[in-house]
């Protein structure tokens, strides 16, 4: 559908320009003479974008605007005006107004600013939605799970620091759920309403994640050909979540710093300060005392960092936990694999219990799926586990990464009757990457090598 303008202005001719250009430009467009008539079309009609003069008879520009945002906060408003002033200017603004124009209009400047505001607003229609399925689907009460007095101690925390936007430090091993702790904090206060939005900083280089984390401008560096909100931008008043916070680099580590003290920040390439309004969850499965003492992570930042923290306990030390998490992982699971295993014998469960899971909840519940797309009735039985699996039986022995990869895809294809398709799924590769490594590591049904 071609986006819908609104042009509110008494100067016919200015209005008729306005509206012939857009038209041309491919959208729609309604014009009103005066704020009057401009809020009977806005509230008939709901336009993508409004450009309103301020002076006019009977309801100005300002006026109309806060009406307009009474109906629509999202409402995206662009005013015009012949009769510039500084308290105009910053009244408009703090109204709500997107953008400000002074009359004569540089045209192409308001195009380029009606493109902004719609992509804005396109932008903030798919947060919203984004952020109702995910609140909706998400509650603390289902994906948190345990009993344990250390899980007990995390929840006191998580209802503390949800009604208040307080720095978080979430520490502890790979697999322990320190994602799903900060989504707790999240949905469980005052920003549920706003975006979580998640950075891995191991996951992209140094250069693009500062791009990744501040946007930057069009024309800032080699292929930026449009402007772009990172991600301290986009979540907006919610959560900015920076997993494995320990591998950011010095460079930003400072940049980061200063956006915690003086709580704004720059695009790159960028010439003004963005207001940071959002809470920051920062969280490593690292010892970030440890690496500040070792002069690898700065000890200002460590602080601002760790104003709470959070301490997750390996999976080992809350054992107890383990047949909730069992239950939990069960309902997930055969909604997901269309299975129906929702028993566990006594040998299967004290197996659970005896292992240590350096992997943590995260290596149970991938145990668990292993275990479910294995059996053949509703009982999941001891054989079904894939633990323990051999690989480790000489602990003398040390082999490489390679070798442990090829005896364990040969364990799993003869545990499950080299079915390659299921056998992939357990692993978690496609298809014809598990062909690939069976022809490279020269397996076969019959023995180890062809």
């Known amino acids: 559908m071609k986006p ?8 016919d001719s200015i ?41 006019m008879p009977g309801l100005s520009g300002i006026e109309f605007l806060q009406k307009a945002k009474e109906t629509d906060p999202h409402a995206k408003i662009i005013l015009i005006t012949a009769h510039d002033d500084y308290k105009t200017t910053i009244e408009a603004m703090q109204k709500g107004a997107y953008d400000y124009f002074e009359k004569p209009l540089d045209i192409e400047k308001l195009k380029i600013a009606v493109e902004r505001a719609l992509e804005s607003k396109q932008l903030s ?18 994906r948190l799970i345990g009993k344990s007095s250390s899980m007990k101690e995390i929840y006191k925390i998580i209802g503390q620091v949800s009604t208040n936007r307080v720095t978080v430090l979430i520490q502890g ?17 005052i920003t549920q309403s706003h975006p979580f939005v998640a950075v ?32 301290f931008e986009l979540a907006g008043e919610g959560t900015i979540f920076l997993d494995e916070i320990s591998e950011m680099s010095p460079h930003l580590q400072v940049k980061l710093l200063r956006v915690l003290q003086e709580k704004e920040f720059e695009r790159v390439g960028g010439e003004y300060l963005i207001p940071m309004k959002a809470r920051i969850i920062a969280a490593t499965n690292r010892n970030l005392e440890l690496m500040v003492k070792e002069g690898k992570f700065r000890e200002d930042l460590f602080f601002r960092l760790k104003v709470v923290s959070i301490e997750v306990p390996p999976l080992r030390d809350r054992k107890e936990d383990i047949p909730l998490l069992v239950n939990y992982f069960f309902n997930k699971l055969n909604a997901e694999l269309h299975k129906n295993v929702n028993k566990i014998s006594a040998e299967a469960m004290e197996a659970l219990t005896d292992y240590d899971w350096p992997g943590n909840v995260r290596e149970l519940e991938n145990t668990l ?34 070798e442990m990869e090829k005896k364990h895809i040969k364990f799993i294809l003869d545990r499950t009757g080299w079915d390659k398709p299921k056998a992939a799924e357990i692993l978690g590769i496609s298809l014809p990457t598990l062909y690939s490594k069976i022809e490279n590591y020269g397996l076969n049904e019959n023995g180890g090598k062809n």
Do not use: W
């Open 4 to 11: 819908k303008l609104l042009i509110i202005d008494d100067d």
């Open 15 to 55: 209005r008729q320009t306005l509206t012939n250009y857009f038209k041309k430009l491919g959208y729609e467009v309604l014009s009103a003479r005066d704020g009057k008539e401009g809020l009977e079309i806005f509230e008939a009609g709901l336009p993508d974008l409004i450009i309103s003069d301020i002076r």
């Open 125 to 142: 229609e798919r947060i919203g939605s984004m952020i109702e399925k995910e609140a909706e689907e998400f509650k603390p009460e289902k």
């Open 173 to 189: 091993e790979s697999g322990t759920g320190k994602e799903l702790i900060a989504k707790s904090i999240h949905y469980s206060g």
């Open 200 to 231: 891995n900083c191991t996951a992209i280089t140094e250069s693009l994640l500062e791009s990744e984390l501040f946007g930057h401008e069009k024309g800032a560096f080699t292929g930026a050909d449009r402007l772009k909100k990172g991600k």
């Open 369 to 402: 799926m292993q275990a479910i797309v294995l059996s053949n009735d509703e009982v999941l039985h001891k054989e079904n586990l894939l633990i323990k699996t051999g690989i480790y039986e000489n602990p003398n022995k040390l082999v490489s990464l390679k």
